[in-house]
């Protein structure tokens, strides 16, 4: 029976006690994921395409939907096979929580608000932000108090790491507060599945966006991936989730048959090509990275005038001087007025926004205002 390397003292270890009620622990953190702020405003945060008019474009809060559903039929799968020990739970609470950390605008605002940090020596991955989101942003800096397990997953789950198709558990229990990067692998089978499973819901769905936004059509997509792998969401999640679930069954590793590894390494080179580094994205990407990184420099000019002066951000003009007043104030006591935080507070701050709020503030601090010659 393959099941995972550690105790359950250690999985379902929070960072403060609390009273056990009838849920199970995993199923309890999926509760405190999808009622907290971070994780409903993933329905405003892009996938692939920002701030998108149409309804029926991906955003975060699907895509994270994808992940976890997908994770949880991987466990099943692997359960009925008979050689497995797997948890669900587990994997549906990492995958809810997995990208709650993300920055609006993808992985162009990840890069944009990293670029930010560098010049102090600090990161931004959307991994490790969303673990900061969970054991210390939210709840106005209390955190979730999420399981040790489900926090491991969340900052382990890098799908962007095609170089490994053989996923194990770490030998030993990763210290989550010391991890800078994305090279650890999670403490759990289920974290594995989590990774692969980001794989699967990804493709498919920026496929049919692509389409949707005539960046691409059907028969773009390479001959042998449409024959093998399928050109639709529902097609290229069950084949990569049944192909994961009957290479794995007889293993004590997580990983794609061969073939199919090799047609998702093709569909990922089509998917960067055709879409994530087409012209028409790249030209959006180019204007959002440096609006994004005008308000931050626009935040940090705020500070340097104002400190931790509440009062005087709230006799600010701008509605978006006057709301990082109230963040910086709702957060006192996490970032204890220390200005030395100053660029950690205003990377959580634009990280927290939406595509659709950002927009706003860089329309009201970027835009120049309309001059009244009537008065």
Do not use: M
């Given at each position: 029976m393959i099941k995972n390397p550690f105790s359950d003292e250690i999985y379902l270890k929070r960072t403060h006690a609390h009273t056990p009620d009838l849920r199970d622990e995993y199923f309890r953190d999926q509760t405190k994921i999808i009622h907290s702020l971070p994780f409903r405003r993933l329905k405003h945060k892009a996938q692939v395409f920002f701030a998108p008019k149409n309804d029926h474009i991906c955003?975060?809060?699907?895509?994270?939907?994808?992940?976890?559903?997908?994770?949880?039929?991987?466990?099943?799968?692997?359960?009925?096979?008979?050689?497995?020990?797997?948890?669900?739970?587990?994997?549906?609470?990492?995958?809810?929580?997995?990208?709650?950390?993300?920055?609006?605008?993808?992985?162009?605002?990840?890069?944009?608000?990293?670029?930010?940090?560098?010049?102090?020596?600090?990161?931004?991955l959307h991994e490790l932000n969303s673990y900061r989101v969970v054991e210390h942003i939210a709840n106005y800096g209390e955190g979730l108090?999420?399981?040790?397990?489900?926090?491991?997953?969340?900052?382990?789950?890098?799908?962007?790491?095609?170089?490994?198709n053989a996923l194990r558990p770490g030998q030993t229990p990763n210290d989550l507060e010391t991890i800078t990067g994305r090279t650890q692998m999670p403490s759990t089978y289920e974290g594995c599945i989590v990774r692969l499973a980001d794989k699967i819901a990804y493709f498919g769905r920026d496929i049919e966006d692509a389409i949707k936004a005539d960046l691409i059509t059907r028969a773009d997509i390479p001959q042998d991936v449409r024959k093998e792998i399928g050109t639709s969401n529902g097609e290229i999640i069950n084949t990569l989730t049944l192909d994961l679930i009957g290479h794995s069954k007889d293993k004590d590793f997580i990983g794609f048959s061969a073939d199919k590894f090799d047609l998702i390494s093709q569909l990922r080179d089509f998917n960067y090509q055709r879409i994530y580094c087409s012209e028409s994205m790249l030209r959006r990407k180019e204007i959002v990275s440096k609006c994004l990184r005008d308000v931050f420099d626009y935040f940090r000019a705020l500070f340097k005038q104002h400190g931790f002066d509440y009062e005087a951000y709230a006799r600010e003009p701008h509605q978006a001087a006057r709301g990082f007043g109230n963040y910086l104030k709702s957060m006192r006591g996490f970032y204890k007025e220390n200005a030395a935080e100053i660029d950690s507070a205003i990377a959580d701050y634009i990280a927290g926004m939406t595509d659709s709020f950002a927009l706003g503030v860089m329309e009201e601090v970027l835009l120049p205002t309309a001059v009244n010659f009537f008065n």
């Open positions: 955003t975060r809060i699907e895509h994270v939907l994808h992940v976890a559903t997908i994770a949880a039929t991987i466990c099943r799968g692997l359960n009925k096979s008979g050689n497995w020990q797997l948890s669900e739970d587990l994997a549906y609470a990492i995958g809810l929580g997995h990208d709650i950390g993300h920055a609006p605008f993808g992985h162009e605002g990840e890069r944009a608000i990293d670029a930010c940090l560098k010049p102090s020596g600090k990161r931004f108090n999420l399981t040790f397990a489900v926090k491991d997953g969340i900052i382990c789950h890098c799908g962007e790491d095609f170089a490994n």
